[in-house]
């Protein structure tokens, strides 16, 4: 079977996921489907499985040697039915239902509307053989452990006979032995004619078993359907992250100083979720960036420091003296440590609340008279961010779930520079932001740096990374791996040294 | 061969979303009670010209609004979470209970009783939101299971401490309260209007909690918990210690609502609060405030307190029997519902708050 | 090709909730039956233990059904009464014989719970607030019936039958357990009732399945509706009198027992067996309240406050975030 998708487009409030996507699938193939966190990998997904209607372009289908007809799949199951099989990224077992039932839980046999049980067990022993993997067929999932439960997952795609398969991040809670008995039923499904469509934040892995690739910038599909064979790592990456930024000049301007007394300094912590022996330092004026795969642990040291998860040992130290924080308040109170977090919607800006809202939260307590406070106050700290920022809206009173996505974005920023924080952690700053407003946040952050904030820049965005950060850490594994000078912005010259870094470090 | 190069860097257009319009006035919900409120009593005054008697309509009438808008108000404190309160009934028995007894064995003065009341209604409240907040359980849960043990409690309590089912003792000033109004107080030859004087204690409350949830930090730091929990606890906000104040004030106002009603009815029983739980969602449901959390309406609450009683008493004039009321109060709940959602329909697609 | 992934063992036997029940359940048999000096066991007494169980059995089970899609009933009383009496009043006022009375209570029984649920998918409302209504509006409708008026004599061969037993069983209980036994089939067996408990446990992945959530959810509000509806039809054999207050206390043992019996809140568990010895229990302490003469109110304060501890157990169990 063959699939194709021409000028698809997804419009969610405030972004266009996808804006004009070209997809083309052959049998007996693997093709990896490869962009940064936000370019719509997950959205092309979701739209070809069913789970979301497409705002425009085409699907079309075809049997190996016939024409193309056009489908629209307005359901999950539609799209199933037409030989489609995906493995998302988050898990969907039903807890209480055993490994068996869950596996075959799409098309459960019946007769006369009992459930045929001899059938169940042998559509899930059949597909657990397939990955060679011994499951009591009976336990419910809920007592299964994450690598195990990715597994059932896999193997319920297996149940549906598709004709096409996507993986997204598939190996992702894998040991390397599993990750390698799934390569292997992926090469057998390619063997029989499938297309194993893989999405994977793991670049070895991709080179390892995919031939095909598409890689998705911004919504749009920059390379459709290349041979691997034809590019090298360096020229993927380059792909997924835009060498338009690498050609920007860089800018040297900004020196931070570095003799005074750090602004934020990590020694030797450790935190409940599993980092160790992290160290480091961040000088007003300084950006510090902190680089890594999606589960390098990144932002959940951000977390730590903010008190949202516990710190087992180690020292924090802000501003010289040692610190001991246990809640976001605190950090904010006290020691003027602010947040951008990486998911805007959920936790970045309240969405039903009005802007002026949004950008005050954090000062009530200052702007409070006598526990009361006054809109005009709200309504002047707004315009001064405004302005600043450059943030586009009709009024204060405007809900900032109305907002495009980079203005959203500004608003999660513009309440931290309300509070006066002088040491910033900005988590993913630009994505799902279209490539005009990441310049103008970029300076912004520059500038801001250059006024004298403290700022730990957490990124998976290297041409990023390179152009704000004046030292790149990398981080793998809830650990420091190394640090790259940056002094110079040079994107060839850093870029090497992380990718190396990175090599070095992450497993097959 | 496939195109290897990067896209060029034009930009596209910013998605800029259509300026947002506000709702219609006339689908503003206020707006929109005030008429329905005014079209009934035109209908009832016309069927019964009674319904506009002062002493026999009017007064007790406003009595009740009192009772019923604070009972809202106690739903409304945690509707502002995004919670519920399925405790109400109980909480406000529960605190009856307490002013009963300073009254009966202590015999201290009416105020008193009140502040009592009060209290014992925030202490509850607290405790609900701390078992919420600990536990990580939903308030749903938590309440209703609450209300289940309460009820016991109550039970055994009014057994133990007042023979059965009742405190029967009347603290001075407490038959003022029953049955004068301002217009029974005179300075010289002007007199006050009809208003029962149960009133200005709900209007304290009412004025208090749109103060409150409007102007206040902690109050607006409650809602914003509302809107997104996750959100809040990342702006710095004390999400757990928001919860249990706002727990805290809708025991609060369970009390005074218990009160009030212990006031108007002369006597502190076992069962009071029991018709407490429909009224309490009705009342911030039809005046407007979302279920969901994150933005309530006082002057909602009160309107859709009015509305409600408005039509018991007309249709209590019109000679319906309790069952028949309780058969119209649940389809008006029903309806307000489904309005409701037409409205959430209406506000999503139009980009505005509903 | 490395060795494959072992599973975790199972424990040889699996502490339950319904074996706990079941511990509890013969304990308090055993202790009651000591202390009324082997009163317990006689045939008489045994008869009206069970007799009286029967309708709690069959009103938890009403609410199991809707517990299982995460959704709650809060009518299901309110409706066992209106069933009965619509019958009784079918019989009496309308002169129809029982057999097509009981069919019609059944009927009403299911079209109410239709109702519900349609109402819970297309208002898109917690299922608590909108069953808040339609119990408020049922309430009402039992007295539309026959006002205060009592129902007797509607038919004394259905009563006759009602209040016999079968080698010293109740018929109504033999009816419960029977009832049982069919939702217990229906929840392991069934491919309808394997979908609901999908959609009560995961519904994501249930529609990802392919599976109708809502249709989950309207099926759900049915069952309970016709369960109330079997409920009412037993109150009509049994007692011999309806009137419309019947139902007024059936609301908290509608949640005491599945609950107690390890029915989560949040849906996708159900547990006929432990639903029935959790009914049993409380049937069991009722009993006891009335043999040591305990103020009822006691027994109210004990079952409230383990209903509160139980839920709160189980869910603190899988915290969640949003409190």
């Known amino acids: 079977m063959r699939l194709r998708a021409s000028g698809l487009v997804k419009v969610f409030p405030g972004v266009r996921a996808l804006d004009g996507v070209n997809f083309e699938l052959r049998p007996g193939t693997v093709h990896a489907l490869l962009g940064e966190n936000g370019a719509g990998k997950s959205t092309l997904i979701k739209v070809l499985t069913g789970v979301h209607r497409s705002d425009g372009g085409t699907v079309e289908v075809a049997a190996d040697e016939g024409d193309w007809t056009e489908v629209g799949f307005a359901h999950p199951h539609a799209s199933r039915e037409a030989g489609i099989g995906v493995v998302h990224q988050e898990r969907n077992l039903v807890p209480a239902f055993s490994v068996a039932e869950n596996i075959a839980l799409q098309q459960l046999p019946s007769k006369r509307g009992v459930v045929d049980r001899a059938a169940v067990r042998r559509i899930a022993a059949d597909c657990l053989a397939q990955l060679d993997l011994e499951l009591d067929l009976d336990q419910p999932v809920s007592r299964l452990s994450v690598a195990q439960m990715q597994l059932v997952e896999i193997a319920k795609a297996l149940a549906t006979d598709s004709r096409v398969l996507f993986l997204d991040e598939p190996t992702s809670s894998l040991t390397p032995d599993e990750a390698d008995r799934l390569y292997t039923v992926v090469a057998r499904l390619r063997d029989r004619g499938c297309c194993v469509v893989l999405v994977s934040h793991k670049l070895e892995e991709v080179f390892a078993i995919a031939d095909t690739v598409t890689v998705l910038r911004d919504g749009r599909s920059v390379c459709e359907g290349a041979s691997l064979s034809g590019l090298t790592r360096g020229e993927v990456v380059d792909l997924m992250v835009g060498r338009s930024f690498a050609d920007l000049e860089p800018d040297t301007s900004r020196v931070p100083d570095r003799s005074g007394v750090p602004a934020l300094e990590l020694d030797r912590v450790a935190t409940d979720g599993g980092h160790t022996d992290v160290s480091l330092t961040v000088h007003p004026g300084e950006i510090v960036g902190l680089y890594g795969l999606v589960g390098a642990g990144r932002s959940e040291l951000a977390r730590a420091l903010l008190g949202l998860d516990k710190i087992v040992s180690g020292d924090v130290r802000v501003r010289g003296k040692a610190v001991s924080i246990s809640s976001v308040g605190e950090a904010l109170h006290r020691h003027r440590i602010g947040y951008v977090t990486e998911n805007r919607k959920e936790e970045g800006v309240f969405l039903e609340q009005t802007i002026s809202r949004n950008v005050a939260v954090t000062v009530w307590r200052r702007l409070a008279r006598l526990g009361m406070l006054r809109d005009r106050a709200e309504d002047s700290l707004l315009d001064t961010y405004v302005e600043k920022l450059g943030i586009r809206v009709s009024g204060p009173r405007q809900l900032a779930g109305q907002l495009s996505g980079g203005n959203q974005q500004k608003v999660s920023l513009a309440k931290w520079l309300a509070a006066d924080c002088s040491i910033l952690v900005i988590d993913e700053p630009t994505v799902g932001i279209d490539v005009r407003t990441k310049a103008a946040f970029h300076n912004l952050i520059a500038e801001l740096a250059a006024d004298g904030l403290a700022i730990l820049l957490i990124t998976s965005d290297l041409p990023e990374m390179v152009t704000l950060a004046d030292r790149i850490l990398v981080m793998h594994d809830h650990r420091i791996t190394g640090e790259v000078d940056n002094a110079a912005h040079s994107y060839e010259v850093a870029s090497k040294q992380v990718v190396r870094l990175m090599h070095a470090e992450s497993a097959a | 061969m496939t195109d290897l190069m990067p896209q060029a860097a034009a930009a596209p257009p910013e998605a800029e979303l259509a300026r947002p319009a506000s709702l219609p006035w006339w689908a503003n919900p206020r707006v929109g009670l005030v008429a329905v409120i005014a079209g009934l009593v035109v209908l009832f005054s016309s069927l019964r010209p009674s319904f506009l008697n002062v002493d026999l309509t009017l007064v007790p009438m406003q009595a009740d609004i009192a009772v019923f808008a604070v009972v809202g108000l106690a739903q409304l404190a945690v509707l502002s979470l995004g919670h519920m309160n399925l405790a109400v009934p109980r909480m406000a028995a529960l605190s009856a209970f307490a002013a009963g007894f300073v009254y009966d064995r202590m015999g201290v003065p009416l105020l008193v009783g009140l502040l009592v009341a009060l209290l014992v209604g925030a202490l509850i409240g607290a405790v609900s939101g701390l078992i919420i907040t600990s536990t990580g359980v939903n308030s749903f849960v938590v309440t209703l299971a609450l209300d289940f043990g309460l009820l016991g409690l109550v039970s055994l309590l009014y057994a133990w401490f007042a023979n059965g089912v009742a405190f029967s003792v009347r603290p001075a000033g407490m038959d003022s309260l029953r049955f004068d109004t301002m217009s029974d107080y005179c300075a010289g030859n002007v007199c006050g209007p009809p208003i029962p004087l149960v009133v200005p204690f709900a209007l304290v409350a009412i004025v208090a909690v749109g103060l409150f949830f409007r102007r206040s930090r902690v109050g607006r730091e409650i809602l914003m918990t509302g809107s997104s929990i996750r959100a809040a606890r990342l702006s710095g906000i004390p999400v757990a210690r928001r919860i249990v104040q706002a727990h805290g004030l809708s025991g609060l106002l369970c009390g005074l609502a218990g009160w009030l009603l212990a006031m108007n009815n002369g006597a502190f029983s076992a069962t009071l609060g029991e018709q407490f739980l429909l009224p309490s969602f009705l009342a911030p449901v039809l005046g407007g405030t979302l279920l969901a959390g994150g933005a309530v309406s006082v002057l909602g609450t009160v309107l859709g307190a009015t509305l409600t009683t408005v039509i018991q008493k007309g249709l209590n004039l019109l000679q319906f029997e309790l069952d028949q009321l309780n058969i119209l109060i649940g389809s008006v709940l029903l309806v307000a519902l489904s309005l409701d959602r037409v409205r959430h329909v209406l506000a999503e697609k139009r980009g505005t708050r509903a | ?323």
């Open chain 3, 1 to 323: 090709m490395s060795a494959p992934t072992i599973s975790r063992t199972t424990p040889r036997v699996r502490v339950t909730t319904e074996l706990v029940l079941a511990v509890l359940a013969g304990l308090a048999i055993v202790v009651l039956t000591i202390t009324t000096n082997g009163n317990l066991l006689q045939p008489g007494t045994i008869r009206a233990v069970l007799q009286f169980l029967a309708v709690p059995m069959v009103i938890g089970l009403s609410q199991m059904v809707v517990l299982a899609v995460g959704q709650m009933n809060l009518s299901v009383g309110v409706l066992t009464g209106l069933t009965a009496v619509v019958a009784a009043s079918l019989m009496v006022d309308q002169g129809l014989s029982p057999w097509l009375a009981v069919p019609a209570a059944l009927l009403v029984g299911g079209l109410a719970g239709l109702a519900n649920g349609l109402l819970v998918v297309l208002t898109r409302i917690n299922g608590f607030i909108v069953t808040l209504a339609t119990m408020t509006i049922i309430s009402g409708l039992r007295y539309g019936v026959n006002g205060t008026g009592t129902y007797q004599n509607y038919s004394p061969g259905l009563v006759d039958f009602g209040q016999s037993s079968l080698l010293g069983i109740p018929v109504v209980f033999l009816l419960a357990v029977l009832v049982a036994l069919v939702v217990a089939w229906f929840f392991r067996r069934s491919v309808v009732g394997r979908n609901m408990l999908a959609s009560g446990g995961n519904p994501i992945a249930a529609m990802l399945s392919g599976i109708s959530n809502d249709r989950s959810v309207v099926l759900a509000h049915t069952l309970s509706g016709l369960l109330a509806g079997v409920a009412g039809v037993m109150v009509l054999m049994m007692s011999g009198s309806v009137n419309a207050s019947i139902g007024d206390d059936l609301l908290l043992p509608s949640f005491a027992a599945p609950i107690i019996g390890g029915v989560a809140l949040v849906g996708g568990v159900v547990s006929v067996l432990g639903t029935s010895l959790a009914a049993l229990i409380v049937r069991l302490v009722d009993v006891a309240q009335a043999q040591y003469n305990i103020n009822p109110r006691w027994v109210d304060l004990v079952v409230g406050g383990v209903v509160l501890g139980a839920v709160l157990l189980s869910q603190s169990r899988d915290r969640k975030d949003d409190a």
